[in-house]
Nanobody, 123 residues
Framework: QVQLVESGGGLVEAGGSLRLSCAAS????????MGWFRQAPGKEREFVVG????????YYRNSAKGRFTISRDNAKNTVYLQMNSLEPEDTAVYYC????????????????WGKGTQVTVSS
């Protein structure tokens, strides 16, 4: 069992930055691939970025490339999402998720979810 707790969300102006954190419980955090997803009002949840258990491979949706950076610290059981050059379209609840097996980054592929943290970008 893995419990995930997100933090770091808030209100920021367009062009600003935020750093989200996801703290995980459990001794096997380093075995899990971790992802960040988001859900905007009236829209389905979507994949944003993901990082393999080793931290050596990361995956980004196109709109996040060049602006967002995912990283992890397995010693601290924490994964981070650095978001720069934020746009109003980035406004959403951001969720941290974990999976042990597989290679897909979809809702159905992830095993554990946090409760989310709100990110609001004003224009």
């Amino acid at each position: 069992q893995v419990q995930l707790v997100e933090s770091g969300g808030g209100l920021v102006e367009a062009g600003g930055s935020l750093r989200l954190s996801c703290a995980a419980s459990g001794r096997t955090f380093s075995s899990y691939s971790m992802g960040w997803f988001r859900q905007a009002p009236g829209k389905e949840r979507e994949f944003v970025v993901g990082i393999a258990w080793s931290g050596r491979l990361s995956y980004y949706r196109n709109s996040a490339k060049g602006r967002f950076t995912i990283s992890r610290d397995n010693a601290k059981n924490t994964v981070y999402l650095q978001m720069n050059s934020l746009e109003p379209e980035d406004t959403a609840v951001y969720y941290c998720a974990a999976r042990l097996y597989g290679s897909l980054w979809s809702d159905e592929s992830m095993t554990y979810w946090g409760k989310g943290t709100q990110v609001t970008v004003s224009s």
